[in-house]
């Protein structure tokens, strides 16, 4: 899931962060601990997005020092969901907020609930995803906070160089791979981990770009109703984990391994490709150091490499809500410029580690990135990606991972469990309310 000739903007953003906090601490009295603007600001409860927050508020709070900002955090998933309607309904929304983008902000009402950040410097900074993910027709709310990932094929480079293999761009090409690495014998051409069933999803969303290339409205009418994933081209994903499983390319254990054991069999050369969220990375560079080099990154081909895109998750982002007013707001606001200035910038790759590109051009990955990364990136560069179909539409079934796993081993053909998971969603989108369902 464009970025960062930008260090000059950045530049610039600081600037002006840093000039209206000496001129608020000359009005102020000099800043001292009792003419402090205090702000607070609400993040999710699991580990790392509190320790990137704790160094972001440290950053800030040195370089602006006449404001104060007290971390709060609650949990993610659905219980933060409700928590954050609850809050905006309320009132009590912290003065800035972390959230996702894409649908489910759509579902927090931002035009109602949300400052507007428009007119911030940082704005015209962003790629055009990213502010398609954080707007609506009538603003842009948010900020982007860490780097973006893909749902694409993280192959081991060594392979490819020993049976001179070059990167495919359609389906057939990676199955012709595929066959020659089935034929050399020395590895698993392409990794498969139902133990954890997470897993199994990627031949299936990792698609959603090149679905939509096909069918650029495809999401929309998705969400109304309109296109169903047992028609083509959606369907294309579940016939293509159905190929790759009845040609034998998966492990033998693929039934049983786990996350970890894709990634060892990745990283050592036990296996050649690993259909997986590039986020995957990060793990690799912890656990198997010597091996970052060896990794790279291609999109899931499409049947036709004109159609062959890269599926991105885009960051989530922080938010204002429109009960934050005076000083206040003003503090709030130099807080989200700050995100985007060198420091805050460099918060978000020192303690969140990059996953793939930055979605805004005042951030860079840095000089040393790994493959995976630059891999992502010139995929960005060349203008062929395309969010996620999660930031385009509400609906997800709860039960894809399952029926997945059941089509990945052979347990349901592919045409059914498209069927059946057509079946399932329309229960999720009855359950939101959504017209026409």
């Not at 990932?149 to 060594?158: R, S, T």
């Not at 059946?420 to 939101?432: H, N, R």
Request: glycine fraction near 10%; hydrophobic fraction near 40%; include cysteine.
């Amino acid at each position: 899931m464009s970025m960062r000739q930008g260090a000059r903007k950045g530049s610039v953003v600081l600037g002006t962060a840093a000039l209206v906090a000496a001129m608020a601490a000359c009005s102020s009295g000099g800043g001292g601990d009792g003419d402090q603007i205090e702000i607070t600001f609400l993040t999710q409860s699991d580990t790392d997005n509190v320790a990137a927050a704790e160094a972001l508020i440290e950053a800030f709070e040195a370089e602006n020092t006449d404001v104060s900002v007290t971390l709060e955090t609650q949990p993610g998933g659905t219980e933060g969901d409700n928590l954050m309607k609850t809050k905006l309904a309320t009132g009590e929304m912290p003065d800035v907020f972390h959230y996702n983008s894409g649908s489910l902000l759509q579902a927090l009402n931002p035009d109602q609930n949300l400052v507007d950040l428009s007119d911030q410097e940082w704005a015209d900074t962003l790629i055009e995803d990213m502010a398609n993910v954080v707007s609506t027709d009538n603003g842009l709310y948010g900020v982007p906070w860490g780097s973006t990932q893909a749902g694409a094929v993280m192959y081991n480079k060594p392979i490819y160089e020993e049976l001179g293999l070059e990167v495919p761009t359609d389906w057939a090409g990676f199955m012709a791979n595929n066959e020659a690495i089935l034929a050399a014998g020395t590895a698993v051409p392409i990794i498969q981990t139902y133990g954890d069933t997470w897993t199994s999803q990627l031949f299936v969303l990792g698609d959603f770009a090149n679905v939509t290339a096909q069918d650029p409205d495809w999401a929309a009418e998705y969400t109304a109703h309109n296109r169903f994933y047992a028609d083509d081209p959606a369907l294309q994903g579940f016939e293509n984990q159905q190929a790759a499983y009845e040609a034998g390319f998966f492990n033998e254990d693929f039934a049983s391994a786990l996350f970890d054991d894709g990634l060892r069999m990745l990283a050592t050369g036990e296996g050649a490709h690993y259909p997986m969220l590039t986020g995957a990375g990060a793990n690799i560079s912890l656990n198997y150091p010597d091996n970052v080099e060896d990794v790279g990154v291609f999109a899931l081909p499409a049947q036709d490499a004109a159609d062959t895109r890269l599926t991105v998750w885009l960051p989530n982002a922080m938010y204002i809500p429109n009960t934050t007013e005076g000083d206040q707001l003003e503090a709030a606001q130099r807080f989200l410029a700050f995100t985007q200035s060198e420091e805050g910038c460099r918060v978000q790759t020192e303690i969140l580690t990059p996953s793939g590109p930055f979605t805004t051009d005042a951030c860079e990955l840095p000089e040393d990135a790994a493959p995976t990364l630059t891999d992502v990136q010139a995929y960005f560069e060349a203008g062929t990606t395309f969010p996620a179909l999660e930031f385009l539409s509400p609906i997800k079934g709860p039960n894809l991972e399952q029926i997945t796993v059941e089509v990945g081993s052979g347990i349901r053909p592919a045409a059914d469990g498209a069927a059946l998971y057509d079946e399932d969603v329309e229960k999720q989108a009855q359950q939101l309310g959504l017209e026409g369902w």
